[in-house]
C-alpha cells in the first residue's frame, strides 16, 4: 500500500521571498524558467508541512498529485507553473517521491465541473492505496470537489489535512468520519422508507445495541415472527430504562398477534404487509398476500356467531371436526352445498364462500357478511393471475400493470372499511419513529 498526497494547488502555495505571487501564470513561468537562479528565495508554506508530516508519521511518501489550472482561456491566476515549480522543487527535496501533475482546463470556480472533473480523475486511482487529501490551497469548488469524491471513492483510506494559515501545523481533519456517519443516518433513512430493515443490519451503526434490538423487532415483525419482535422490542426498552407509551402500545399490538387469537388483528397486520410490499412493487409477493387476507376475512366471517360459529381451524385429530359437523346439523346448508355439488370436508375458498352467500340469503345478518362476500367475488380475475405465477403454479412474473388492472388499491380500502381498522396506530411508521430517534442521537 502506497502513501499519496492529493493536493490542489492555489496562489498561496508558492512564495518568492515570503512573499504571495502577484500573477501566478507570468511570474511563475519566469521562476520556473530560471528556476536554479530563484530556488533559494522559495518557499511552499502548505505543502511542506504537509509532506513532513506523512513522512514521519508513515515513514516514507511514493507520490504526490498536484492540481493545477490551465484554463482554455488563459488565466493571470492560472497555477500550471507553480505545479512545474513544485515538481522540480520535489525532485530535489526527495527522489523517490512521484509527482504527476493533473490539470484542469475548465473554469475551477465552478462546482459542477470540477465535481466532475476530480470524480473522473480519482477513479483511475487504486482504491488499496492511502490517500492525504490537502484541503488547504486551492479554490473552494477544488476543494469541496476533492474532499467529497475522496470520501466517496477511498472511504477510509483518506485522511484530509489542512495546514493553519501562518502556521506549520497541520491539522488531521474528521471531516471524513462525520461524512461517513451522515451517509449511513441517510442511508437508514432511505432503507426505512422502503421497509428494508436488512440493508440497515449490514451498517456498522449497526453496532449500536438500542438501534440494533429496534431493527431486529421490525424486521422480525414483518416477516410474522412476532414472538422474536415482541423480544428485541422488551430488550430495547430495558435499555432505556424509561416508559414510553408508544413502546406500550407496540407492545400490546405484538403481543395480541404472537396469541393469534385475534383474527380482526392479524388481519389489520396483513394490510399493512401487503402494502409494504405494494410499496416496494413486490408485486407477487403483493398477489400472495392478498390471497391470504382473502382467505382469512372469509375464515373470520365463517366464525362469527352469525355464521357458523365455529373455528375453521384443524382439531387434535389433524381433521376439521367442528366444521363438517356444524354444515352437516344444518339441513338447509347442506342442501344448499350438495346442489352445488361442493365439498366441505375442510374450509376452501369455494365452500366458504357458498356458506356466507347461503346465510346472506337466508338470514338476516349484518350488511358487513355482504361486503365480505362482495370483495371475495372481486378477487376472481386475482386468481387467474396468481395461478400463473410463481407463487402459486407457474413462472409467470407480476408486472405493476398486472397489479394495476386488478384495482389492488380499491379492493384493500373496502376490506379497511368493512372492519374499520385504525391501521395508524399501529403502523411500522412507529417502529420507524422510534429508530429514526435512536439514529439522531448518535
Known amino acids: 500500500m502506497k502513501n499519496i498526497l492529493l493536493a490542489n494547488i492555489g496562489n498561496n502555495d508558492v512564495k518568492y521571498q515570503s512573499c504571495n505571487i502577484t500573477s501566478a501564470r507570468e511570474k511563475g513561468k519566469k521562476i520556473l524558467d530560471d528556476f ?17 508530516k506523512i513522512i514521519r508519521d508513515h515513514k516514507q511518501l511514493e507520490r504526490v498529485h498536484l492540481f493545477i489550472t490551465d484554463q482554455q482561456k488563459p488565466h493571470e491566476q492560472d497555477t500550471l507553473y507553480f505545479g512545474e515549480i513544485i515538481e522540480k522543487w520535489l525532485k530535489e527535496l526527495n527522489a523517490n517521491i512521484r509527482c504527476k501533475l493533473e490539470i484542469m482546463k475548465r473554469n475551477p470556480h465552478r462546482y459542477d465541473y470540477m465535481f466532475s472533473f476530480y470524480e473522473r480523475e480519482l477513479k483511475k486511482l487504486n482504491k488499496n492505496d492511502r490517500y492525504f487529501c490537502l484541503l488547504s490551497g486551492g479554490l473552494p469548488a477544488c476543494n469541496m470537489s476533492l474532499l467529497f469524491n475522496s470520501f466517496s471513492i477511498f472511504g477510509e483510506q483518506a485522511t484530509h489535512l489542512y495546514v493553519e494559515k501562518g502556521s506549520a501545523d497541520v491539522k488531521c481533519l474528521h471531516v471524513s468520519s462525520n461524512l461517513d456517519d451522515w451517509y449511513q443516518k441517510r442511508s437508514i433513512y432511505s432503507c426505512l422508507e422502503q421497509y428494508n430493515y436488512a440493508a440497515i443490519q449490514s451498517l456498522p451503526v449497526l453496532q449500536n445495541k438500542n438501534v440494533q434490538e429496534l431493527v431486529k423487532s421490525a ?41 393469534k387469537q385475534n383474527v380482526e388483528t392479524l388481519l389489520q397486520e396483513l394490510i399493512l404487509n401487503c402494502k409494504i410490499k405494494y410499496k416496494n412493487k413486490e408485486y407477487a409477493d403483493v398477489l400472495g398476500r392478498l390471497f391470504r387476507l382473502n382467505e382469512g376475512m372469509l375464515r373470520w366471517a365463517i366464525e362469527h356467531k352469525d355464521v357458523l360459529g365455529v373455528t375453521t381451524e384443524k382439531d387434535r385429530g389433524n381433521g376439521f371436526t367442528e366444521f363438517c359437523d356444524s354444515i352437516n346439523c344444518n339441513k338447509e346448508l347442506k342442501k344448499y352445498l350438495d346442489k352445488k355439488n361442493i365439498e366441505y370436508k375442510k374450509p376452501t375458498l369455494m365452500n366458504m364462500s357458498a356458506i356466507i352467500q347461503f346465510f346472506i340469503d337466508n338470514k338476516d345478518i349484518d350488511d358487513k357478511f355482504r361486503d365480505i362476500f362482495e370483495i371475495n367475488k372481486s378477487f376472481t380475475k386475482a386468481s387467474e393471475l396468481r395461478n400463473k405465477s410463481i407463487i402459486a403454479h407457474g413462472f409467470q412474473g407480476i408486472s405493476e400493470n398486472d397489479i394495476k388492472n386488478l384495482d389492488i388499491e380499491s379492493i384493500i380500502e373496502r376490506i379497511e372499511g368493512v372492519f374499520n381498522f385504525d391501521l395508524e396506530s399501529i403502523s411500522f411508521d412507529k417502529m420507524e419513529e422510534l429508530i429514526r430517534k435512536e439514529i439522531d442521537k448518535l
Open 219 to 259: 424486521k422480525s415483525r414483518a416477516a410474522f415472527n412476532f414472538e422474536s419482535s415482541l423480544m428485541s422490542l422488551e430488550k430495547y426498552e430495558s435499555a432505556i430504562e424509561k416508559s414510553n407509551p408508544l413502546i406500550e402500545n407496540l407492545k400490546k399490538h405484538l403481543e395480541v398477534l404472537k396469541s
Open 36 to 52: 536554479d537562479k530563484h530556488k533559494g528565495d522559495l518557499t511552499f508554506p502548505i505543502l511542506q508541512p504537509a509532506i513532513d
